[in-house]
């Protein structure tokens, strides 16, 4: 079964998620975080110029209260605990390794069973920052397929909300995900846990299932069954792009 939450109620529903993507927010898009934000004086390409100028007090004034407010109007304004103190590491997994098709279909029933394992009735899929899920159109067939599957969930160009999925629609709704998350580059980070758990789940552009942990005992058990069910554990904890001989995403595809 697939249901579609709005955004509010999708964070509802785990408040480790919630803090976990409030907090990557934070992290991730607050211009005023990690020095983003303009300097006057500092010199830059302005659009419109072919060459790069000094910026003035006004100009740099302008571009901050702009971007300020973007975040401001699309972060999450809920309420969070803290889980920073509770963080128990990541581990990263892959599927079977085979050809790409075949390997997005594996992933999908390999998350199925684990979730299965761990007695997760329901998981909720939200992404990381308040945009639209179809935003990003893309001509490569696998991710045209999963767009239309979006659309026919009943989301719209507006939609970014999260997702509620059990049973058999599961592993389907993740097989999509796989190629929305390889070919859609400006597609925010998705990420899933289960209703009560305290792990966050995420799938990256080279097909790896990215863990962290907030709880010693689900850690342990997630890595108990994942070890049970064939899923393989990356020891270096780096991903590497075992689909294609130069390193190169087919499909992949960015907003300009």
């Not at 408040?15 to 020095?35: E, T």
């Not at 597609?187 to 966050?200: A, D, K, N, Q, W």
Request: some cysteine; proline content about 2%.
């Amino acid at each position: 079964m697939i249901e579609l939450l709005e955004r509010n109620k999708a964070l509802e529903c785990n408040k480790n998620l919630a803090s976990f993507i409030v907090d990557f927010q934070k992290v991730r898009y607050d211009p005023s975080v990690n020095d983003n934000l303009y300097k006057a004086g500092e010199i830059m390409y302005v659009e419109g110029g072919s060459e790069p100028r000094v910026i003035t007090k006004e100009e740099s004034d302008k571009w901050n209260k702009e971007a300020i407010d973007a975040y401001e109007g699309n972060r999450d304004h809920i309420e969070t605990i803290s889980i920073a103190q509770n963080f128990k590491g990541s581990v990263i997994y892959r599927s079977t390794p085979t050809a790409i098709h075949a390997y997005a279909s594996h992933l999908a029933a390999r998350i199925k069973e684990l979730t299965e394992c761990l007695n997760w009735e329901s998981i909720i899929f939200l992404l990381d920052y308040s945009t639209p899920w179809l935003q990003q159109e893309n001509d490569y067939e696998p991710v045209k397929r999963a767009m239309d599957y979006l659309r026919q969930l009943g989301m719209d160009k507006k939609f970014t909300g999260g997702i509620k999925a059990s049973g058999s629609d599961q592993a389907d709704f993740v097989e999509h995900l796989f190629w929305l998350t390889r070919c859609n580059g400006s597609l925010p980070t998705c990420y899933f846990s289960g209703i009560e758990s305290h792990t966050v789940f995420s799938i990256c552009k080279h097909g790896s299932v990215h863990s962290e942990f907030y709880s010693e005992e689900e850690k342990n058990n997630v890595r108990k069954v994942a070890n049970r069910i064939g899923m393989i554990e990356i020891r270096d904890s780096h991903c590497d792009e075992n689909f294609s001989e130069t390193g190169s995403i087919e499909g992949r595809q960015i907003i300009v």
